[in-house]
């Protein structure tokens, strides 16, 4: 049983100051409110540094235990890249578009990200022994399944007997779930990516409507990894966006408790 828990907190000691830079809401809003998927692009290209800068945005998103368990792929070269807008079932979203990203989960890279947590660790000043424990014990009990996912009906029963008596993370439990935990961060990525360009005075479509199997080919992915989204970036053409943005009443998914 691991001892030091990070979920307690960390002493007093070892926390930074927040992070406290200005920020304009308005601002945010408008790249919110503007932020449409659009369907049809006009010609122009996107500068590279507006490339690179989101993707230091989507890099910067929070992702779960900062393991980073994600992978951007731009797709430049001309024979990929009408490979992958067929692979995207050639949607005009994807066939327009001046640039395609696809956004990928990487489960299987658990292990070499958290021997990179470590030796980031390692780097730094004063580190608390819980963050350590943390990547030593807890990230490998959470990502690892055994051979052929063994592991899995044990982990169930453990939980499940724990749980009984006290709160207990439920999982991930299964090679399925670990891959969930790595596309929920992968989609964060992904939206902080859409925003990000919009800031920039550009758009996007996120897709998922594409052969996920010839997208890995294409990319030379493993079967382990997971197609998040593609996303095609540009700008758009004067009729890009398809209609008015609809949204169901917020009522029917807010709720106070
Ligand atoms: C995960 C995901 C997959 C999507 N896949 C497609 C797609 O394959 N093709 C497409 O045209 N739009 C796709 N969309 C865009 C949605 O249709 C769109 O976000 C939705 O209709 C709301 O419109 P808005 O983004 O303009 O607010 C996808 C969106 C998400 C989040």
Redesign the pocket.
């Known amino acids: 049983m691991v001892k030091a828990n990070i979920f307690q907190g960390v002493e007093k000691k070892n926390r930074r100051a927040a992070d406290v830079a200005a920020t304009d809401a308005k601002a945010f809003h408008a790249v919110v409110d503007s ?3 659009v ?1 049809v692009y006009a010609n122009d290209p996107v500068p590279q540094e507006v490339v690179d800068a989101c993707l230091d945005a989507a890099l910067k998103a929070p992702n779960s235990s900062n393991m980073q368990t994600w992978e951007i792929h731009h797709v430049v070269d001309p024979v990929k890249k009408q490979a992958l807008i067929e692979a ?1 079932l050639s ?1 005009p ?1 994807a066939a327009t578009a001046p640039e395609l990203f696809v956004f990928v989960a990487r489960p299987d890279l658990w292990k070499r990200n958290a021997g990179w947590m470590l030796e980031l660790l390692n780097a730094q000043p004063k580190v608390p022994a819980a963050a350590y424990q943390y990547y030593k014990k807890i990230v490998p009990l959470a990502y690892s399944q055994g051979p052929f996912g063994l592991l899995a009906p044990f982990k169930w029963l453990f939980v499940n007997l724990r749980g009984l008596r006290k709160p207990t993370p439920r999982g991930p439990i299964g090679k399925k779930a670990v891959l969930a935990v790595a596309e929920k961060s992968s ?1 964060l990525a992904s939206a902080h990516f859409m925003l990000a360009m919009r800031a920039h005075g550009f758009d996007t ?6 052969d996920s199997l010839r997208v890995k080919r294409i990319l030379g992915l493993p079967r382990a990894a997971g197609i998040t ?1 593609a996303i095609s970036a540009g700008r758009r053409a004067e009729e890009g ?1 398809y209609g008015p ?1 609809l949204r169901f009443d917020a009522k029917h998914f807010v709720f106070r408790h």
């Not at 479509?205 to 594409?210: I, K, T, V, Y």
């Open positions: 932020r449409r998927s369907r995207c949607q979203a989609a479509c996120p897709m998922e409507g594409l989204m966006v943005r």
